[in-house]
């Protein structure tokens, strides 16, 4: 018998916006009760880690790649088409007139190379009161932000005159 994993591909399903999740849990529960797990290897909602920064805190937000869109690696065949494309909330596969068109490799390898991303909410020449540290409660305005190391620098004023000071990220919050 061939090796039919390697015969699987990466399709595209179209879903309605903000059912992405439950057509995953709906087509792996499928895939259990029809026995198609030598088929249908795996079904994704690619994902983006964000860290978003509000008022001096870090949270980490997953946002999804591409809303309305699960990621289906399957062999294509008859059974397999309709089980994906009759899921609820599935409304059809990414192709000419529906029939679906497989991911290329290039593709799936720049899904591969996601990087996290973070969202700063800090601006140049914005005040803010740093939160933590030797400079806590110090009010300073936002000289530069700098994303991959997770720091701002603020001027601040020591002895009458401007000082810049390199914080991280935690450390201020915007004056509210």
Same mark, same amino acid.
Not at 49 to 66: A, H, M, P, Q
Not at 76 to 90: F, I, P
Not at 124 to 142: M, R
């Given at each position: 018998?061939?090796?039919?994993?390697?015969?699987? /591909?990466?399709?595209?399903?179209?879903?309605? *916006?903000?059912?992405?999740?439950?057509?995953?849990?709906?087509? &792996?529960?499928?895939?259990?009760?029809?026995?198609?797990?030598? /088929?249908?290897? !795996? +079904?994704?909602? @690619? $994902?983006?880690?964000?860290? &978003?920064?509000?008022?001096?805190?870090?949270?980490?937000?997953?946002?999804? =790649?591409?809303?309305?869109? $699960? =990621? $289906?690696?399957?062999?294509?065949?008859?059974?397999?088409?309709?089980?994906?494309?009759?899921?609820?909330?599935?409304?059809?596969?990414?192709?000419?007139?529906?029939? @679906?068109?497989?991911?290329?490799?290039?593709?799936?390898?720049?899904?591969?190379?996601? &990087?996290? !991303?973070?969202?700063?909410?800090? $601006?140049?020449?914005?005040?803010?009161? #740093?939160?933590?540290?030797?400079?806590?409660?110090?009010?300073?305005?936002?000289?530069?932000?700098?994303? *991959?190391?997770?720091? #701002?620098?603020? *001027? +601040? !004023?020591?002895?009458?005159?401007?000082? @810049?000071? !390199?914080?991280?990220?935690? &450390?201020?919050?915007?004056?509210?």
């Amino acid at each position: 018998m061939a090796d039919t994993h390697s015969e699987a /591909r990466w399709y595209v399903a179209h879903t309605y *916006s903000g059912y992405e999740n439950k057509v995953k849990v709906d087509l &792996e529960k499928t895939i259990e009760n029809r026995n198609l797990q030598d /088929r249908i290897f !795996e +079904v994704s909602v @690619p $994902v983006q880690s964000t860290v &978003e920064l509000k008022n001096g805190v870090e949270k980490k937000i997953d946002r999804k =790649l591409f809303p309305g869109y $699960v =990621l $289906v690696h399957m062999i294509m065949d008859d059974e397999t088409w309709y089980v994906v494309r009759n899921t609820r909330g599935v409304t059809g596969f990414v192709g000419p007139e529906s029939k @679906p068109v497989p991911l290329s490799d290039e593709e799936i390898a720049m899904l591969d190379q996601r &990087e996290q !991303e973070v969202v700063i909410s800090f $601006v140049e020449g914005e005040s803010v009161v #740093v939160t933590s540290g030797a400079w806590k409660d110090t009010i300073g305005t936002v000289r530069s932000v700098n994303p *991959s190391k997770h720091s #701002v620098t603020i *001027s +601040v !004023e020591m002895f009458g005159r401007e000082t @810049p000071v !390199e914080l991280s990220f935690a &450390e201020v919050k915007k004056l509210s």
